[in-house]
């Protein structure tokens, strides 16, 4: 079973990209995401092992590299999904950027954090961190008081989500045809939020509006862990809904309400009932927080194989 590293557990730790490479080899991972903390300097070490044919890149997390003046890597520097003309143009130039690098790299897909849907008002703030202090208040996702408030997010969400998913839909339009070409997969991820766009709904919205290989999901088990611990999904019944045009998956645990990219193991996430993403088809990629130690990720990389080695073994 192949399961790839996210480069940004171990990106700052490094100057150069051959010693990167050769710490998560060492650990017993297969193959790479190169991260959104991937630096130029990084990635020509980076390059050079891939042409040795020493590593593989499966994956690449947009926006990367870190894109020139910006002070540090960060998913959402600009929104592809925002309302803002200019912040979607921007977006738009930096994920081809991406596309660019991550096609020269050899990788599969490209990792998106496409938007959300901000929910604030002038007469009173909502979002998640709001939700998250209700959950906390109340002490159970159940209580009639919390539902009311996650049902008010749910309302004021709707409300806001057209324009977002029209705006959205435009600049697919332009893009779909570039990773079409370079034959790579746009991966859509979804986030711990429930300003997320898009959400689980929306996804398979879109891909009935874009029935291309180009446009896919991503299935980001600790996010998804904190929206069931939200209570915006049921998790694995959502994982199961969207797999058949799900092309890969963050591996990290999750503890609530919203404790994620711990190692997989030391979380609230059964992985046994997500066993179905052992298929090679799906994109395998372990995403831990850069302070768990490596000894602790190596035996998380031999948990999740034997947890899922018996999806993959025929019987006897």
Same mark, same amino acid.
């Given at each position: 079973?192949?399961?790839?590293?996210? !480069?940004?557990?171990?990106?700052?730790?490094?100057?150069?990209?051959?010693?990167?490479?050769?710490e998560?080899?060492?650990?017993?991972?297969?193959?790479?995401? /190169?991260?959104?903390?991937?630096?130029?300097?990084?990635?020509?070490?980076?390059?050079?092992?891939?042409?040795?044919?020493?590593?593989?890149?499966?994956? &690449?997390?947009a926006?990367?590299?870190v894109?020139?003046?910006?002070?540090?890597?960060?998913?959402?520097?600009?929104?592809? +999904?925002?309302?803002?003309?200019?912040? %979607?143009?921007?977006?738009?130039? /930096?994920?081809?950027? !991406? /596309? +660019?690098?991550?096609?020269?790299?050899?990788?599969?897909? &490209?990792?998106?954090?496409?938007?959300?849907?901000?929910?604030?008002?002038?007469?009173?703030? @909502?979002?998640?961190?709001?939700?998250?202090?209700?959950?906390?208040?109340?002490?159970?996702?159940?209580?009639?008081?919390?539902?009311r408030?996650?049902?008010?997010?749910?309302?004021?969400?709707t409300? %806001?989500?057209?324009?977002?998913?029209?705006?959205?839909?435009?600049?697919?339009? +332009?893009?779909?045809?570039?990773?079409?070409?370079a034959?790579?997969?746009?991966?859509?991820?979804? @986030?711990?939020?429930?300003?997320?766009?898009?959400?689980?709904?929306?996804?398979?919205?879109l891909?009935?509006?874009?029935?291309?290989?180009?446009?896919?999901?991503?299935?980001?088990?600790?996010?998804?862990?904190?929206?069931?611990?939200?209570?915006?999904?049921?998790?694995?019944?959502?994982?199961?809904?969207? @797999?058949?045009?799900?092309?890969?998956?963050?591996?990290?645990?999750? /503890?609530?309400?919203?404790?994620?990219?711990?190692?997989?193991?030391?979380?609230?996430?059964?992985?046994?009932?997500?066993?179905?993403?052992?298929?090679?088809?799906?994109?395998?990629?372990?995403?831990?927080?850069?302070?768990?130690?490596?000894?602790?990720?190596?035996?998380?990389?031999?948990?999740?194989?034997? !947890?899922?080695?018996?999806?993959?073994?025929?019987?006897?």
């Open positions: 079973m192949r399961i790839a590293l996210s !480069t940004n557990w171990n990106a700052a730790r490094h100057e150069t990209g051959e010693p990167l490479v050769d998560i080899l060492g650990m017993g991972f297969d193959a790479l995401e /190169l991260g959104y903390h991937m630096t130029e300097e990084l990635a020509v070490g980076v390059r050079r092992k891939v042409e040795s044919g020493a590593v593989v890149v499966d994956s &690449v997390h926006f990367c590299p894109p020139e003046g910006a002070p540090h890597g960060y998913p959402e520097l600009y929104l592809l +999904a925002s309302q803002d003309d200019d912040e %979607r143009a921007m977006a738009s130039i /930096l994920l081809r950027r !991406t /596309l +660019a690098f991550g096609a020269s790299m050899g990788a599969r897909a &490209v990792v998106l954090h496409a938007g959300r849907v901000f929910l604030n008002a002038w007469f009173g703030n @909502l979002h998640t961190g709001t939700l998250v202090d209700a959950l906390e208040n109340e002490g159970s996702v159940d209580a009639p008081a919390y539902q408030m996650l049902a008010k997010a749910r309302r004021r969400r409300a %806001r989500v057209r324009k977002c998913f029209d705006r959205f839909c435009l600049t697919l339009d +332009a893009l779909l045809p570039e990773f079409e070409k034959g790579l997969a746009l991966c859509l991820e979804n @986030l711990p939020s429930v300003e997320a766009f898009p959400d689980e709904g929306e996804m398979a919205m891909k009935q509006r874009f029935d291309t290989p180009a446009l896919a999901y991503w299935h980001d088990m600790g996010h998804g862990q904190v929206r069931a611990n939200l209570g915006l999904i049921r998790h694995a019944e959502a994982a199961q809904t969207l @797999l058949p045009f799900t092309r890969g998956i963050h591996i990290h645990d999750a /503890l609530p309400p919203t404790h994620d990219h711990l190692p997989p193991g030391e979380g609230a996430i059964d992985f046994a009932a997500f066993n179905f993403y052992a298929a090679d088809a799906v994109l395998k990629v372990f995403e831990p927080a850069p302070q768990v130690k490596q000894a602790d990720l190596a035996e998380a990389l031999r948990f999740v194989r034997r !947890t899922w080695a018996q999806a993959t073994t025929p019987a006897s």
